[in-house]
């Protein structure tokens, strides 16, 4: 029995074992994937500022394209009050007035699509915020699971060492009882000596009766017969 509860210790020993090695890569798993996390969270980070960056650039544009089409305006007030003589002018003002327009209709498509990527963005950065949250809470989940472990690999250690010490002190005790029996038996075999000597010693006495009785027997008729003579 002793035997059996060591063999199960050392199994349970075992597991621990590789309860501890799984809970310490499980760990370094997590901590490389923060690692990875941390630095996508860093590119998000970076694709926002440019993005931000872009969007101070297309607004700097419009500010120039509303200007120009300021001034185109007023170009062709200028030239509608000057006649025929500020014809052409007047045409190049309209044309400068097509593209302060198309420039502010590009940078308004443009302003649209960094809304969608600074969206995106943001919606990145917070997912990554999350992930991290996790990863942490992940970390400090594994590394409570690996110090139960621990704890519980010190019992099953401590178990083992007292299954151990039982099983050698069983050993003992089956060297004891051996002896024991041993002695026992030797005690048997002098207590069965003994019967036969005291068998003969009974034997040997009754035959020494027997000879006193003869003996006296023979001593009696002697003496009877000298008186007779």
């Given at each position: 029995?002793?035997?059996?509860?060591?063999?199960?210790?050392?199994q349970?020993?075992?597991?621990?074992?590789?309860?501890?090695?799984?809970?310490?890569?499980t760990?370094?798993?997590?901590?490389?994937?923060?690692?990875?996390?941390?630095?996508?969270?860093?590119?998000?980070?970076?694709?926002?500022?440019?993005?931000r960056?872009?969007?101070?650039?297309?607004?700097?544009?419009n500010?120039?394209?509303?200007?120009?089409?300021?001034?185109?305006?007023?170009?062709?007030?200028?030239?509608?009050?000057?006649?025929?003589?500020?014809?052409?002018?007047?045409v190049?003002?309209?044309?400068?007035?097509?593209?302060?327009?198309?420039?502010?209709?590009?940078?308004?498509?443009?302003?649209?699509i960094?809304?969608?990527?600074?969206?995106?963005?943001?919606?990145?950065?917070?997912?990554?915020?999350?992930?991290?949250?996790?990863?942490?809470?992940?970390?400090?989940?594994?590394?409570?699971?690996?110090?139960?472990?621990?704890?519980?690999?010190?019992?099953?250690e401590?178990?083992?060492?007292?299954?151990?010490?039982?099983?050698?002190?069983?050993?003992?005790?089956?060297?004891?009882?051996?002896?024991?029996?041993?002695?026992?038996?030797?005690?048997?075999?002098?207590?069965?000596?003994?019967?036969?000597?005291?068998?003969?010693?009974?034997?040997?006495?009754?035959?020494l009766?027997?000879?006193?009785?003869?003996?006296?027997?023979?001593?009696?008729?002697?003496?009877?017969?000298?008186?007779?003579?």
């Open positions: 029995k002793a035997k059996e509860v060591a063999e199960r210790s050392q349970s020993f075992d597991i621990s074992a590789a309860g501890q090695e799984s809970t310490r890569s760990i370094e798993g997590i901590q490389r994937f923060g690692t990875h996390m941390n630095s996508i969270s860093d590119n998000i980070l970076k694709l926002s500022e440019r993005s960056l872009i969007g101070e650039i297309i607004a700097a544009v500010d120039i394209a509303e200007q120009s089409n300021l001034l185109a305006v007023n170009a062709s007030i200028e030239a509608a009050r000057a006649g025929e003589q500020g014809k052409g002018f007047a190049v003002a309209q044309e400068i007035r097509n593209l302060a327009e198309q420039s502010k209709q590009s940078t308004s498509q443009v302003r649209l960094l809304q969608d990527i600074q969206n995106f963005v943001n919606s990145a950065v917070l997912s990554t915020e999350q992930a991290s949250k996790a990863l942490e809470d992940g970390i400090k989940t594994a590394n409570q699971a690996g110090e139960v472990i621990t704890e519980l690999a010190k019992s099953i401590l178990a083992f060492d007292a299954s151990l010490q039982i099983t050698s002190s069983n050993q003992q005790q089956q060297i004891g009882m051996d002896q024991i029996a041993t002695a026992m038996e030797n005690i048997r075999t002098v207590s069965a000596h003994n019967a036969d000597s005291t068998k003969e010693v009974e034997i040997s006495t009754n035959e009766l027997g000879l006193g009785d003869n003996l006296s027997g023979q001593i009696k008729k002697f003496k009877i017969d000298g008186r007779n003579g």
